[in-house]
């Protein structure tokens, strides 16, 4: 199966041939799958070199004149390091623009610590009105991007990831979907933490909400979740761990409840290793996760789970 980011210059080359208002910026990364839309739309595919800054500054400038930018490049290059210009030159001017990253929280171990941005959802709310999507499987993320693009002149952030689950979801670009239901709590899986969720559960009375756009965060449908399931709420997020437990307990203000976040932790791992060995040391596969969800919601873990797949 092609990744997220395989999807990427296809689908965007595609609305650059559709749509007038659509320009892309690009900083060195991911030039090449754009090469053959530059030679069709040479004033709106723009690469601006290894210049983040002015990447969000010439998006932000093309916003201005009623462009529809779409911005790319690695998740640290986009959302951190100019972060200012994404504050000031976006959000200060009242322009959007699509930000699409790639790499996301640990895609690519061997790049070290500068290409790893686990912070950027949690950097991103500290701003207003962004929306962000986290797909979890390369058609969810296509069809979020076309969404992205399609949103007036909002602010959107789309986080494309080389993990996937195996099949694709319905999404709207606002919803959580319902994919199992129960009685003992309530379990938030985010993007390509499904399969792994799904797995840890599988057996344990709870119900699994799956979520790939967390801003704004569907608390309707968390609270329609907890009035059913209880609300013991786990947050399983690709991130940051317990970036959004201010937005769960938002939800769920009036009532009592509690919320565990689940995710990267801060701590560094100073060892490239592999994706899969990164997401066992944050405790994101199956068998940890299993183990601390089960232990929160007080439900004893069955036998099984040594052989379940992404154990």
Same mark, same amino acid.
């Given at each position: ?76 290059? =986009? ?189 560094? =791992? ?42």
């Amino acid at each position: 199966m092609d990744t997220m980011r395989d999807r990427l210059a296809p689908a965007v080359s595609r609305l650059l041939d559709k749509d007038p208002r659509v320009a892309v910026v690009l900083a060195e990364i991911g030039r090449d799958g754009f090469t053959d839309a530059w030679r069709r739309h040479p004033d709106r595919v723009i690469n601006v070199g290894i210049r983040e800054q002015l990447l969000v500054g010439a998006g932000a400038g093309l916003a201005l004149t009623g462009m529809r930018p779409i911005l790319h490049t690695f998740a640290s290059f =986009l959302v951190e390091r100019p972060f200012e210009q994404v504050k000031l030159d976006l959000g200060h001017q009242g322009v959007g623009a699509v930000l699409v990253s790639a790499a996301a929280s640990f895609d690519w171990p061997a790049g070290g610590y500068t290409h790893m941005s686990p912070g950027d959802v949690a950097l991103l709310d500290t701003l207003d009105g962004w929306t962000v999507h986290v797909p979890g499987h390369p058609d969810e993320a296509e069809a979020l991007l076309r969404h992205a693009v399609a949103a007036g002149d909002d602010k959107v952030y789309v986080r494309l990831s080389v993990q996937s689950n195996a099949d694709r979801r319905p999404v709207d670009g606002e919803h959580f979907v319902t994919v199992r239901e129960g009685r003992s709590g309530v379990v938030v899986a985010v993007g390509p933490l499904l399969d792994a969720v799904l797995t840890a559960t599988e057996g344990l009375d709870a119900t699994v909400l799956y979520a790939t756009t967390v801003r704004p965060f569907d608390a309707a449908a968390l609270r329609r979740a907890a009035e059913a399931a209880g609300t013991d709420v786990v947050l399983v997020e690709p991130y940051l761990a317990g970036t959004s437990a201010s937005a769960a307990n938002d939800a769920l203000r009036d009532v009592p409840h509690r919320v565990l976040g689940l995710g990267v932790r801060r701590a560094e =791992l100073r060892r490239y290793g592999t994706a899969e060995e990164h997401t066992a040391a944050h405790g994101l596969d199956a068998r940890s996760l299993r183990e601390r969800i089960s232990a929160f919601l007080g439900t004893r873990a069955g036998a099984g789970i040594a052989s379940a797949p992404g154990a």
